[in-house]
């Protein structure tokens, strides 16, 4: 089953305006919930991630996610998006007692200028 | 410092050719991980060292796929008998410790393709 949903392949936005991309996960206990983008032919970068205590958690680029416990949601979010935010994002989970990360399918998010 | 380092990063093979696939983690890095990631996917975890002890490795898809890290640094992903479905991109990806709190750094991956 599915440990994690990415509902959207691609996310369009303008330059300048609010970006979000949405992820819901289905794993009982307390998942550990990270963020990562992916750029053409490269591997992927750490955003941020969520471990426990504040639920609107701050990463690297000026992005943020907000944990959701009872919508089991972890979506990422930019006041203002940028050109170069154009890419491929990942959320994944660590599943309880597990080292390894389940990813989500991934949404190609293209930001026009 | 230096990240994740992989090398070849573009690899072509004939089917039923053996490859080997080379991983240089971040130094001093205990935690060193193998991911599969086909066109269009995201990455599917293959297997995990903790220095230089294979601790799980129910993500190798065959037992044509061999990993290893004999002296707890560089891994070395070896497929043997190469499949067209083997095509993809092999992320390898190093964290500080061995904890599941920890973020794993990722290489820029091999490409391999099988003709």
């Known amino acids: 089953a599915q440990s994690v949903a990415q509902p959207e392949d691609q996310v369009n936005v303008a330059e300048g305006n609010p970006l979000t991309v949405k992820c819901t996960y289905s794993?009982?206990?307390?998942?550990?919930l990270f963020w990562y983008v992916q750029y053409p032919n490269r591997g992927l970068q750490f955003l941020l991630k969520y471990i426990t205590g504040d639920n609107l958690v701050k990463g690297s680029y000026g992005f943020e996610a907000e944990f959701n416990k009872s919508q089991t949601s972890f979506h990422l979010k930019k006041p203002s998006a940028l050109v170069s935010d154009s890419a491929l994002y990942f959320c994944?989970?660590?599943?309880?007692?597990?080292?390894?990360?389940?990813f989500g399918a991934g949404t190609t998010v293209t930001v026009r200028a | 410092g230096a990240g994740v380092s992989q090398s070849p990063r573009y690899k072509v093979a004939k089917r039923g050719q053996d490859v080997a696939l080379r991983c240089d983690p971040i130094?001093?890095?205990?935690?060193l991980f193998w991911y599969q990631q086909a066109l269009g996917q995201g990455p599917e975890f293959l297997t995990y060292f903790q220095n230089e002890a294979q601790l799980d490795k129910s993500g190798l898809p065959s037992d044509r796929f061999f990993a290893e890290r004999p002296e707890g640094s560089v891994s070395t992903l070896k497929i043997q008998r190469t499949q067209q479905e083997d095509s993809a991109v092999y992320l390898c990806?190093?964290?500080?410790?061995?904890?599941?709190?920890?973020?794993?750094?990722f290489g820029d991956g091999t490409r391999l393709s099988i003709l």
């Open positions: 794993v009982s206990g307390n998942p550990y």
């Open positions: 130094s001093g890095h205990v935690s």
């Open positions: 990806a190093s964290s500080l410790v061995g904890s599941r709190s920890q973020p794993q750094h």
């Open positions: 994944a989970v660590s599943l309880r007692g597990d080292y390894k990360l389940s």
